[in-house]
């Protein structure tokens, strides 16, 4: 069971997001990231590879700077949110993956991504997390989930196929816009006009 001091939660915290569950044989939670998990952001940052790094910054990021992790850490837990998994391995519980969305206001459709450490790449850590932000964004009123994924990270394009999200190809062409309404908004979504909201107008190819 997941504990923490109460001086150190901020008021907002959505304590109805923690889950516990076992990932290979180990104890996990997934929680809603708090302020005090900077040290463990560092930690899962140092165990992606490269590639990885890549693929969920678009960029070459060596490190991640101050700025960046209290960007993560320090969320309103509405508009915009933050999830970890973490394992208790050796008496300490460890970040293995996060997920985050930002909305662009309320009512306004939420950017997302997801990292997940090289050495638990493909046991449901995604898939979890996906799930829990799309509940999450459901409660904030969020009716739109959208990611931009790189065209080679096969993986994850694959994961949000099989979870319902649409492919849009953005006039780049290295980077494709990943979207799927929320839960409870999907109904709605039947219609044509609404989707049409929230889609990226298409650029005339040069």
């Known amino acids: 069971m997941f504990s923490f001091p109460s001086s150190n939660v901020p008021p907002a915290y959505p304590r109805g997001l923690i889950e516990s569950f076992e990932l290979s ?39 991640l700077d101050d700025q960046r992790i209290e960007s993560a850490t320090c969320v309103d837990y509405t508009l915009r949110l933050g999830l970890v998994i973490t394992v208790r391995r ?15 206001g309320p009512g306004k459709p939420a950017e997302f991504a997801l990292a997940v450490a090289d050495a638990w790449a493909g046991q449901g850590c995604g898939r979890r997390l996906l799930a829990a932000l799309d509940r999450a964004a459901a409660r904030a009123g969020v009716p739109m989930l959208y990611g931009d994924v790189m065209f080679d990270n096969d993986r994850m394009i694959q994961l ?40 990226k107008p298409a650029t005339a190819a040069g």
Request: proline fraction near 5%.
């Open 25 to 63: 044989g180990n104890a996990a939670i997934l929680r809603p990231i708090l302020p005090s998990d900077a040290q463990g952001e560092k930690e899962l940052f140092a165990a992606l590879s490269e590639r990885n790094r890549q693929f969920r910054y678009h960029s070459s990021l060596k490190e």
């Open 90 to 104: 050796n008496r300490r519980d460890h970040i293995v993956a996060d997920g985050c969305y930002v909305a662009g």
């Open 160 to 199: 949000l196929l099989s979870l319902g999200f649409d492919l849009q190809p953005l006039p780049d062409g290295d980077v494709y816009r990943m979207q799927r309404c929320v839960s409870r908004y999907r109904a709605a979504a039947a219609s044509p006009d609404w989707l049409r909201m929230f889609r």
